[in-house]
C-alpha cells in the first residue's frame, strides 16, 4: 500500500518510521512519502495560509499550494506498479482529517485498508479553503474523516491514528494474522463488542489471581467467560453498541446475560434498557 502525507509539520510524521508502521515499511508492506507542503509555494516567505474569506478569527490554508501538491503526488502514480501497465493513471483516495468529517470507526479502517493508494491532507489553522476538496471530489474518493468530537491544533495526529489502525490489518503486518479477529469492534461472531480483559504470566500478583477458567484448558468454557466479559465491558461502557447489536448474532447465554445486566428484548430482538418513568 502506498501513503503520501502533505503536511507543514513533516518531523510530526516521524512515529511512521516506528514500531508496527516502522517495520512493514522497512518490509516494503507500506510506501510511506512525506511531503512538505511549503515546497509548492513560491514565494519569499513559503506562505500557506491567508484571512478568511467573511472576516472572523484565525487562518485558513491557500489552495494553490495544495492543488499543486496534490496535483504533482496524483501524477507521480502514472507508470507505478498497480496501474494496470496500460499507463492508465492509478488513482489514490483523498483522506482530508477534520473534525466535521465521519466519525473513524474500525469499519471504515477496514475500507481504508482495502484500497491500494491513500493521501492524507492534514491541514492546520481553520482548515483547507473547500474548494480544495471540491475539486478532488470531482476525480478521487475523498473522505473527510474526525478521529473524536474534540478539536486538535492540526490534522497530523489523526493521520498517525488512521494509518496505524489502517497498516494492522494489511496481510502480513501483524505477526499473528488472527490477532485482530478478537479485537474490539471486530465485525463477525464477536458482535461488536468491546474486548474483555486479559491476562498473563504469573499467575499470582500482587494476591491478585487469574480468573479460574483460563487455567482450565476447556477451549468452550474459554470461549464462553470472554465473550460474557465481552458483554458485561460493554454494557458497562458502550450501552450504545448493545442497543445496535444485530440481534441474529446473539445465543440463547447471550440473551440471559443481557437480561441479567438490565436490557430488555425490545420488538425486533433489538435490545434496549428501561429509561425512569417518563412524566406526563
Ligand atoms: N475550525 C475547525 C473546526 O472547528 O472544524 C478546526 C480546525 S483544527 C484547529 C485544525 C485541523 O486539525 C483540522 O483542519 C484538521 O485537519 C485537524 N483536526 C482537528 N481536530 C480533528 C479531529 N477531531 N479529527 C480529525 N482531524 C482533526
Redesign the pocket.
Known sequence: MRLDVVTIFPEYLEPLNVSLVGKARARGQLDVRVHDLRAWTHDRHNTVDDTPYGGGP?MVMKPEPWGEALDEIIESGVGEPGDGGDGAVKLPALV??????RPFTQALAVELAERPWLVFA???????DRRVIDEYAERLDVYE???????????EA?VLVITEAVARLLPGVLGNAESHRDDSFAPGAMADLLEGPVYTKPPQWRDRGIPEVLLSGHHGKIARWRRDEAFRRTSHNRPDLIERCDPAVLDKYDRELLAELGWEELPGGRFGRPGPAVEE
Open positions: 484565525g482530508v482529517p477534520t473534525p466535521s468529517g492534514p491541514a492546520r489553522y481553520e482548515g483547507i474523516i474526525s478521529i473524536g468530537d474534540y478539536v486538535l491544533a492540526g490534522g489523526a
